[in-house]
């Protein structure tokens, strides 16, 4: 059975860093698509930052290119660095994981099959 579980999420001033956790079962990060999505009130979950299926490559949205980074262990849990926090990045931040989506359709929300139960970030400005 797979599960995400995100931890790290907390209230923090613009400029400043979080990292998110999340913890992974149930699938092996190496050969599964694993991304982060953020969602605002009131708006579309959206892609922050994932890996390809293989793990070889990462890919950022334009928002958060050079602040952002992911990152994998050999212990199966995926973390999300933020730094130089803007009050725009306040959103629920999940956990995505699919063992067969393509390289193409990575930022597509519903293309995920797995999710975790998300970690709130809220950015004080």
């Known amino acids: 059975q797979v599960q995400l579980v995100e931890s790290g999420g907390g209230l923090v001033q613009a400029g400043n860093s979080l990292r998110l956790s999340c913890s992974t079962s149930g699938l092996t990060i190496s050969n599964w698509a694993v991304a982060w999505f953020r969602q605002a009130p009131d708006q579309e979950r959206e892609y922050v930052a994932g890996f390809s299926r293989s793990g070889t490559y990462t890919y950022y949205s334009d928002s958060v290119k050079g602040r952002f980074t992911i990152s994998k262990d050999n212990k199966n849990t995926v973390y999300l660095q933020m730094n130089a926090l803007k009050a725009e990045d306040t959103a629920i931040y999940y956990c995505?994981?699919?063992?067969?989506?393509?390289?193409?359709?990575?930022?597509?929300?519903?293309?995920?099959?797995?999710w975790g139960q998300g970690t709130q970030v809220t950015v004080s400005s």
């Open positions: 995505a994981a699919d063992r067969s989506v393509i390289t193409s359709q990575l930022r597509v929300p519903a293309q995920y099959d797995y």
